[in-house]
DNA sequence: CGACCGTCTCAGCGCTGACTGACACACTCA
DNA sequence: TGAGTGTGTCAGTCAGCGCTGAGACGGTCG
């Protein structure tokens, strides 16, 4: 039972709308579990699509989607292998996931 | 230009699915704009849903169903307000509240 | 060159989820 | 007790998003 709430109602209705748009943007793409694997993957270096459409056990084209949706918000790059082009390896870009990062902790604190 | 990638393609097949349901549970709760203004409003401590409901421009009603969203998880609590008992005043539960940061910081490093 | 491979794109479909309106509930006050 | 207020709940509706299949692109190898 909170005590420090005002004895009388006063309702204060002057209350500024936060912006919040950043942080809901980014949390709206980690929410999806194939992101958030995706992205989790990708912790320990640069893969290949295939190689994290056969750990999550998608499609992928599916992945693929996903991952375009991550490289158009920035979290991701992806680079062509060196000696064989035909691989797509994607790595995590940590200033902008730290950015995201930020964003989530200014709201949760 | 990355050097340190394999200079001939090994696929990696072996890789584990990582866990993200918890981090891409949260994420969805906290990626609705609505949600997100709620608990961003709940940081300078209680308040009443038409409080929160004026500030962001929701219907009430609106606002008491994304509360409950938000009650079910775990992350807000309600009490109703001790002189008017009309008044129901959520708050946000910052234990909760943290195991959900650490989840994403968990993901996103 | 042609066959094959990994990846990307996109229209289509199905389903989840947010918003609405109406109603019910709990409480206060005349 | 009745009217009025703040909130909760629920079915209905609809836009949005994820998954799929088919096709196209770029690259490799024979």
Do not use: F, K
Not at 58 to 70: D, I, M
Not at 93 to 108: K, M, N, Y
Request: aromatic share 2%; hydrophobic share 45%.
């Amino acid at each position: 039972m909170r005590t420090e709430l005002p004895m009388v109602p006063e309702l204060r209705l002057d209350l500024q709308r936060p912006d919040v748009s950043e942080a809901a943007r980014v949390a709206a793409l980690v929410g999806d579990p194939v992101r958030a694997g995706i992205l989790a993957i990708l912790r320990d270096g640069p893969h290949c699509v295939c190689e994290m459409a056969a750990a999550l056990g998608e499609r992928q084209n599916n992945v693929s989607n996903h991952l375009a949706r991550l490289r158009d918000a920035g979290l991701v790059r992806a680079s062509r292998h060196g000696a064989d082009a035909r691989w797509v390896y994607y790595e995590r870009d940590e200033a902008a996931i730290s950015d995201a990062a930020g964003a989530l902790r200014d709201l949760l604190g």
